[in-house]
């Protein structure tokens, strides 16, 4: 006679199902040291407000320069961009006043045209992919959208604490559950962003921003020069010359003609 579970086991079942699971994939979870919950209220607060920065600029227009530096080639552009927030975005990067290569987001995919034939071009099935293939530093496109914007690109981030060191101003640690990655925010005594990175689960940098100036803008202060550098010292300086905050754009802005242009 075959044994049958009695009704009453069946919370059991569940619960000790429940705890498999839990252990099977904790390992996805980062954890945080133990630390104290006041401080982590203040990191999180912190974090918080730096990601809220300037989230009501949600549109911008303007021209800056960028350089471009690898172990192999060192570059420097004019950039003139128009970006609406979340993922719209029209940056040409020009030299000596003429067109090289042109990004444009439309919010559903991203296309790449080289104005010097360069490359045939190409328009990515993402909305928001990886700019390292194109400017060898591996920032995504909504990042470089929120840097256009004025505003600091952090993350989405569950658990918030300070980092155990010997500064007056510690920098904050970021995590996101089911996620290895981490990011670190380092601000100065008036809340001002110095640095953001990037870090992999054995916390090696993927890559850093630095911010090197501000600039008033009526009521906002928008970063104006910063470093983007990844693990391998690729480098990306920013230097934003005209910033024009929340102009009206036409959404032909963000439409490719037939010529691809």
Not at 18 to 30: E, N, P
Not at 121 to 141: G, N
Not at 228 to 255: C, E, M, Y
């Amino acid at each position: 006679m075959k044994n049958k579970c009695h009704p009453a086991c069946f919370p059991l079942i569940l619960w000790v199902m429940v705890l498999v699971i839990l252990v099977l994939f904790s390992g996805c979870a980062r954890l945080g040291p133990q630390t104290d919950p006041a401080m982590d209220q203040k990191a999180r607060s912190l974090a918080t407000d730096v990601r809220s920065q300037n989230q009501g600029v949600t549109a911008s227009t303007g021209t800056g320069w960028v350089e471009l530096e690898t172990d192999s080639r060192k570059e420097n552009f004019k950039i003139a961009w128009a970006a609406t927030a979340p993922n719209r975005l029209r940056l040409t990067f020009l030299v000596s006043g003429h067109p090289v290569e042109t990004i444009v987001a439309t919010g559903e995919h991203v296309s790449f045209i080289s104005h010097t034939r360069k490359h045939k071009p190409h328009t990515t099935l993402s909305s928001d992919p990886d700019l390292k293939r194109f400017i060898h530093v591996p920032i995504k496109l909504s990042e470089m959208i929120a840097i256009l914007l004025g505003q600091i690109p952090v993350q989405p981030f569950d658990h918030a604490w300070f980092k155990p060191e010997n500064s007056n101003f510690p920098s904050v640690i970021l995590t996101k559950k089911w996620r290895s990655t981490l990011q670190q925010l380092h601000t100065d005594k008036t809340g001002r962003v110095q640095q953001l990175s990037f870090l992999d689960e054995n916390n090696n940098l993927l890559y850093g921003i630095t911010y090197l100036d501000y600039q008033a803008y009526g009521e906002i202060f928008i970063p104006v020069t910063l470093l983007i550098q990844d693990a391998q010292g690729r480098k990306i300086h920013v230097t934003l010359t005209r910033f024009v905050p929340n102009p009206p754009i036409k959404a032909s802005v963000f439409r490719l003609t037939e010529s691809g242009s």
